[in-house]
């Protein structure tokens, strides 16, 4: 008997007279709005300017889900053109089934064309958007909750999902809830890189390649816990060999990256200030390097170098020097005062 579980909800779908009001629709749309949002805050903390982000995800949003849609109806190309389906049902997107490795790699080229339209470093923007992806995966996994779909094997435990569908073969019961696994996985990796990123200012994409290695450790054992019909490789399903290739793509990317391009980018936005810190060590011996330019082009400059380096030098000089700018400002005073004496007596003579 179970004591305690999560129900599901009876209907995934409200009516507002004729317009369908989704449960999975809605997560998705407050998953992008929160990802843009807090991609927003980081890329302006970076030295970019507001409204960037936004931009792109312009491009980048819908690239993301056609590519989602077209991962899952290729990888679950039965679900709609087997016998007794109807190839129709591939464009129904909120009916559910969004891959989410297709949408991040569409994604990444929406992206891309909206930063190069912009003058934006890719590796930079992904690296401030990255936490609120992840997030907005987080909140987009309570629509396979308001689909009943996307749960593990049957479990009695008091958090348990309660399916009541029958669609699909569905089997009625209590089942792990796997999708309240990944969201809750999702708020962990975000608040990782969040972290990570503060304590070792990931820069040249880190950030976004740590957000896809965690995810990828996440998903490969949730993945297994799952029930529903997928394709099968060597005992794995097909899944779990796309987070494992990925995960360690995404490690050597890191990797590399730290030995070939170590630091931030001191400037994420053509005509933007860049953040406070951003340039870091080489941003301060540029600037040391600078100074030393500078003092070799200015004279004065490069002869009181030379001065104070001279033993026994003294000031003497630059007070020589004060003094006869005083003295010539004394005669030249004198000089109006007999030029205004001699005009007072030109006037009393014509008088």
């Excluded at 129709?88 to 297709?102: P, Q, R, S, Y």
């Excluded at 009943?148 to 009541?164: F, M, N, R, S």
């Excluded at 490789?233 to 070939?260: D, H, K």
Aim: aromatic letters at 12%; one cysteine or more.
């Amino acid at each position: 008997m179970e004591l305690a579980f999560i129900p599901s909800p009876s209907r995934g779908v409200l009516y507002l007279g004729p317009i369908p009001l989704r449960g999975y629709a809605f997560c998705i749309i407050i998953g992008v709005f929160v990802a843009v949002w807090l991609g927003n805050k980081r890329w302006i903390a970076r030295g970019g300017r507001p409204g960037t982000v936004a931009d792109i995800a312009v491009w980048a949003v819908p690239f993301g889900l056609v590519g989602g849609r077209l991962y899952h109806v290729i990888t679950d190309y039965q679900l709609y053109f087997s016998e007794g389906r109807d190839w129709v049902d591939a464009f129904k997107v909120w009916e559910g089934g969004l891959g989410i490795w297709g949408a991040i790699a569409f994604g990444a080229v929406g992206a891309w064309i909206g930063a190069r339209r912009r003058g934006v470093p890719m590796p930079a923007y992904a690296d401030a958007v990255a936490p609120g992806i992840v997030l907005a995966q987080a909140i987009g996994r309570w629509g396979n909750w308001f689909n009943q779909e996307l749960y593990g094997k049957a479990t009695d435990l008091p958090w348990a999902v309660e399916i009541t569908s029958t669609a699909d073969g569905r089997v009625p019961g209590t089942y792990h809830p796997t999708f309240l696994y990944e969201s809750l996985w999702c708020i962990g990796v975000a608040l990782l890189v969040i972290w990570a990123d503060r304590r070792f200012r990931l820069g040249h994409g880190r950030a976004f390649a740590l957000y896809v290695a965690a995810y990828c450790a996440g998903r490969f054992w949730i993945e297994y816990m799952r029930v529903d019909d997928a394709h099968h490789i060597l005992g794995l399903r097909l899944n779990n060999w796309t987070a494992l290739f990925v995960f360690l793509l995404a490690v050597l990317y890191i990797v590399l990256s730290a030995r070939m391009r170590p630091g931030r980018e001191a400037v994420v936005e053509p005509g933007a200030e860049p953040a406070d810190g951003a340039a870091g060590a080489d941003g301060e011996k540029d600037a040391g390097a600078a100074s030393a330019d500078a003092g070799a082009d200015d004279p004065d400059t490069a002869k009181k170098d030379k001065d104070a380096d001279t033993p026994g030098k003294t000031d003497a000089p630059e007070d020589t020097g004060d003094a006869a700018d005083a003295e010539d400002a004394a005669d030249a005073e004198d000089a109006a005062d007999a030029e205004g004496v001699k005009n007072g007596a030109d006037s009393a003579k014509k008088g």
